[in-house]
């Protein structure tokens, strides 16, 4: 008697508590596909970003950075990308270069990395590299 209430309990259970589309395709709610495809799209793409910026392109491809999608410093700009005239893009961090480069033994030895503290004192990285390439300094 006892296992019979326990296994209908346990029966009981799931079938309120698992959400109805459960299982469609496989182990996870099948609805979930249809919330995700419906977010709204926070990235352009590094191809879509170099179609209109030539001139960054060519300045870039002579640097260290050369391999760096414009995003990954940029941040997720579809926004602009889509209508360049209402929204630009700022970089509000002087100091996001450390997001990358700051000294971390769990980086690989060779990715070159300093200790902001050592190495810039106070000052903001741009006051000595040029962001797109990074080896030269800005003008004064
Ligand atoms: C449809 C063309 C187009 C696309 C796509 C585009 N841009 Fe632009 N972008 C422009 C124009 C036009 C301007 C304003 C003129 C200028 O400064 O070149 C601009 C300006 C900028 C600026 C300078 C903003 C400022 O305030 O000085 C940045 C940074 C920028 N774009 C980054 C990006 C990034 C990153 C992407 C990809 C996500 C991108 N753009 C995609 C056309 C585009
Ligand atoms: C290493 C980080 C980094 C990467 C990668 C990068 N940018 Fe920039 N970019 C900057 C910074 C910093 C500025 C200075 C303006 C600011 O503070 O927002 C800037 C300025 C710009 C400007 C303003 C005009 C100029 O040339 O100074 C444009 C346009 C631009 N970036 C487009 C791009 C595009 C397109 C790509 C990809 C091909 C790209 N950037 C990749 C960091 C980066
Ligand atoms: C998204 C990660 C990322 C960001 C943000 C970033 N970098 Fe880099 N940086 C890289 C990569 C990747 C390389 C190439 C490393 C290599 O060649 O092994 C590089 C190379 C460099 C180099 C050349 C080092 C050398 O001697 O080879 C310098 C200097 C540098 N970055 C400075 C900066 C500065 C200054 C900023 C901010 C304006 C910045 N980086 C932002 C990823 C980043
Ligand atoms: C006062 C000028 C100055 C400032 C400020 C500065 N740098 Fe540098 N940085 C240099 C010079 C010069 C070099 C090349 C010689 C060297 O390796 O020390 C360099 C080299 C580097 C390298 C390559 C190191 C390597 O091992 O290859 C990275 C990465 C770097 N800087 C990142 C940054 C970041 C991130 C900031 C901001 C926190 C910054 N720098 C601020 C002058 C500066």
């Known amino acids: 008697m006892l296992t019979v209430v326990i296994v209908s ?5 799931k079938a309120l508590l698992v959400p109805a589309s459960f299982g469609q395709y496989g182990w996870y709610r099948g609805n979930a596909m249809k919330e995700v495809a419906a977010a709204s799209i926070a990235f352009a793409g590094r191809a879509t970003c170099e179609g209109c910026h030539e001139e960054v392109v060519k300045v870039k491809a002579a640097g260290k950075h050369k391999g760096l999608g414009c995003e990954a410093c940029h941040g997720a700009n579809a926004v602009h990308a889509e209508d360049p005239n209402t929204a630009t893009s700022k970089i509000e961090d002087p100091r996001f270069c450390l997001r990358c480069h ?8 060779k990715f070159p990395q300093v200790d902001a ?6 000052d903001t990285c741009r006051s000595c590299h040029k962001a ?5 300094a800005p003008a004064k």
């Open 102 to 109: 700051a000294k971390d033994f769990s980086k690989p030895e």
């Open 9 to 13: 309990l346990f029966l009981g259970a």
């Open 132 to 136: 797109h390439t990074p080896t030269e």
């Open 117 to 122: 503290v050592e190495h810039a004192g106070k």
